[in-house]
């Protein structure tokens, strides 16, 4: 599996874009990049994923560089109920299924 | 509101009784799937049904089992829990690993299981 690897914690401004990044420097090439989050005492929420191109959805924005050895998730405008763990993780995919391997995840802390 | 349903989001045991964790879902998924995330720690992967085909993460303890009786429905068993099975169980679903184009998992709110 390839594995991710994220800083361990972040803090932004309310209101500032909120960048976090990662590491997946062993990316094979048909895994895909998964970024959920989980917010204290809930179960992890899907925010966006993508193979190769950015992507953007109402939550954020994905950028992956071009060799896909890393990809930063973007919240453009951070609010104090974006607090949470990140986890970005590359999907594992084989015949028996869609497996998300969570790694370690970056605790973002926003504040006023 | 289509979504997946986890019952109860406390559950107390004690060392080695047997306990029974549910999950529902609306959303017709395929896929279920549980996992155990202990405190301060990520969640990991125990197993998964796809349909009626059970598949067992490699380390994965015997203690743990799990039943899904119908789409809809999927229950984790723990035959003898010990101290350190205490932890948040998390139920997520998705809709078929097959299509392309990635496969979003929707996630429970979780039980959180004390043992005493």
Same mark, same amino acid.
């Given at each position: 599996?390839?594995k991710?690897?994220?800083?361990?914690?972040?803090?932004?401004?309310e209101?500032?874009?909120?960048n #976090? $990044?990662?590491?997946?420097?062993?990316?094979?090439?048909?895994? !895909?990049?998964?970024?959920y &989050?989980?917010?204290?005492?809930?179960?992890?929420?899907?925010i966006?994923?993508?193979?190769?191109n950015?992507?953007?959805?109402e939550?954020a924005?994905?950028?992956?560089?071009?060799?896909?050895?890393?990809?930063?998730?973007? #919240? $453009?405008?951070?609010?104090?109920?974006?607090?949470?763990?990140? !986890?970005?993780i590359?999907? &594992?995919n084989?015949?028996?299924?869609?497996m998300?391997?969570?790694?370690?995840?970056?605790?973002?802390?926003?504040?006023? | 509101?289509?979504?997946?349903?986890?019952?109860?989001?406390?559950?107390v045991?004690?060392?080695?009784?047997?306990?029974?964790?549910?999950?529902?879902?609306?959303?017709?998924?395929?896929v279920?799937?549980?996992y155990?995330?202990?405190?301060?720690?990520a969640?990991?992967?125990?197993?998964?049904?796809?349909?009626?085909?059970?598949?067992?993460?490699?380390?994965?303890p015997?203690?743990?089992?799990?039943?899904?009786?119908?789409?809809?429905?999927?229950?984790?068993?723990?035959?003898?829990?010990?101290?350190g099975?205490?932890?948040?169980?998390?139920c997520?679903?998705?809709?078929?690993?097959?299509l392309?184009?990635g496969?979003?998992?929707?996630f429970?709110?979780?039980?959180?299981l004390?043992?005493l």
């Open positions: 599996d390839a991710t690897t994220q800083p361990p914690s972040m803090d932004c401004a209101g500032r874009a909120a #976090l $990044p990662c590491n997946h420097s062993t990316i094979s090439g048909n895994e !895909y990049v998964y970024w &989050r989980q917010i204290h005492s809930q179960g992890p929420q899907y966006i994923h993508g193979l190769k950015n992507e953007t959805n939550m924005s994905l950028i992956i560089t071009e060799d896909r050895k890393s990809s930063t998730l973007i #919240l $453009p405008h951070a609010t104090l109920r974006d607090t949470a763990v990140y !986890y970005c590359v999907r &594992r084989n015949n028996a299924g869609n998300l391997t969570f790694g370690g995840g970056t605790r973002l802390m926003v504040k006023p | 509101d289509a979504m997946v349903i986890q019952n109860p989001r406390y559950q045991t004690q060392f080695g009784k047997p306990v029974t964790l549910s999950c529902s879902q609306t959303l017709n998924h395929n279920m799937y549980w155990q995330q202990k405190s301060s720690q969640p990991k992967l125990l197993f998964h049904y796809y349909d009626k085909d059970f598949n067992n993460e490699a380390d994965t015997d203690n743990f089992q799990s039943r899904r009786p119908n789409t809809s429905f999927c229950f984790l068993d723990i035959r003898s829990p010990g101290l099975d205490a932890a948040m169980y998390l997520a679903t998705s809709r078929d690993w097959r392309a184009g496969d979003t998992q929707y429970g709110p979780g039980t959180r004390t043992v």
